[in-house]
């Protein structure tokens, strides 16, 4: 999962997904090329959610014929388990 | 040299002139039967004159495969331009289209897809005022 974070491309597209999520390909690469400046080919595109699929990062679903990429913050809240996130400022 | 006509396939000639016409909104133009299929056009109400959209038959072994794979990934075979995008996704959901891309702003203009229920998915697009685009 680091791997797949470690990438400013495939954390763009986390952040797309986060802010609307179920987006086909063809969507992803229009926000990446018209909001981000980005000209990632469409099959680098495809690989870089591959990538992101494999980690559990984002799952797929098909709705009709069409194939839709969703946000998935499990593997994130597995960090969180491993070291609690503590709020420090509150305690005097 | 002119751009007058162009093709999309359908599955079903009748149920495309159908969609095209009721739902969409543009008018046939020509209806030729030629076999057992047809040389079926039609064009907008806007410009009856200005380009064909040729509703061609989609049996040949290889389109079926390219419009699936094309669909997979939300990948829009045609375009159509259209004064208000979100007017038009509203006309359109009201008349039961699916869309896998609601109005969505690019910058230099407004698109939207939707699945024509013939195969295909179709782009609609306004380019706003003031981008020198139209």
Not at chain 1, 24 to 51: M, N
Request: net charge negative.
């Amino acid at each position: 999962m680091f791997r797949a974070l470690d990438d400013e491309t495939r954390r763009l597209i986390l952040d797309e997904l986060s802010s609307r999520d179920g987006q086909t390909l063809f969507e992803i690469c229009a926000t990446l090329a018209t909001r981000h400046g980005l000209g990632s080919s469409r099959q680098a595109v495809s690989q870089h959610l591959g990538v992101l699929e494999s980690a559990g990062l984002v799952v797929t679903e098909r709705r009709g014929r069409s194939k839709f990429h969703y946000f998935s913050s499990e593997p994130l809240a597995a960090i969180t388990r491993r070291w609690p996130v503590v709020e420090k400022g509150n305690t005097s | 040299m002119r751009i007058h006509l162009t093709s999309i396939f359908v599955d079903d000639q009748r149920a495309a002139l159908a969609f095209y016409t009721d739902v969409l909104g543009f008018t046939k133009r020509h209806d030729v039967p030629i076999g057992h299929d047809s040389w079926l056009t039609v064009v907008s109400p806007d410009s009856p004159d200005g380009p064909e959209l040729l509703l061609e038959p989609s049996s040949h072994p290889a389109v079926q495969p390219f419009r699936d794979a094309l669909v997979e990934d939300g990948i829009p075979l045609c375009q159509f331009a259209v004064d208000d995008v979100a007017v038009e996704y509203d006309r359109l959901l009201g008349k039961g289209v699916t869309f896998t891309l609601p109005p969505t702003d690019i910058g230099s203009a407004v698109m939207a897809v939707f699945d024509d229920t013939c195969g295909n998915l179709i782009q609609i697009i306004a380019a706003k005022a003031g981008t020198g685009d139209e």
